[in-house]
């Protein structure tokens, strides 16, 4: 059975920091394309970053040079650092696992077919 847990959503004033982690169980992060997803009420999931098995990363441009997406293949756990938040980075945020070695061939949302439940990231101005 594959489980995904977000941890470190929380509350933040605009400019500061948080990190988000994501432990996975079932499948193994190094062998699948891993990624951060957003979602905001009313509006579309967006893809934040991305992350091969093969350690290539891709970045929304809302969020490139702000925002990093990593992982520890031997603690199978995923990792979003993200500096210099803004109100608008305010969104419950997911991590998923897409059924393919590389992100290249999971460009949208339902392309992941394992998702966590996701961690609220609130930026106050």
């Known amino acids: 059975q594959v489980q995904l847990v977000e941890f470190g959503g929380g509350s933040v004033q605009a400019g500061g920091s948080l990190s988000l982690s994501c432990t996975v169980s079932?499948?193994?992060?190094?062998?699948?394309?891993m990624g951060w997803f957003r979602r905001v009420p009313g509006k579309e999931r967006e893809r934040v970053a991305r992350?091969?098995?093969?350690?290539?990363?891709t970045y929304a441009d809302s969020v490139k040079g702000r925002f990093t997406i990593s992982k520890d293949s031997a603690k199978n756990t995923l990792y979003l650092q993200m500096n210099a938040l803004t109100p608008m980075d305010t969104a419950m945020y997911f991590c998923?696992?897409?059924?393919?070695?590389?992100?290249?061939?999971?460009?949208?949302?339902?392309?992941?077919?394992?998702w966590g439940q996701g961690t609220q990231v609130t930026v106050s101005s």
């Open positions: 998923a696992a897409a059924g393919f070695k590389s992100c290249r061939y999971a460009p949208r949302p339902s392309d992941f077919a394992y």
């Open positions: 079932g499948v193994t992060t190094f062998e699948f394309c």
């Open positions: 992350i091969s098995s093969d350690g290539t990363t």
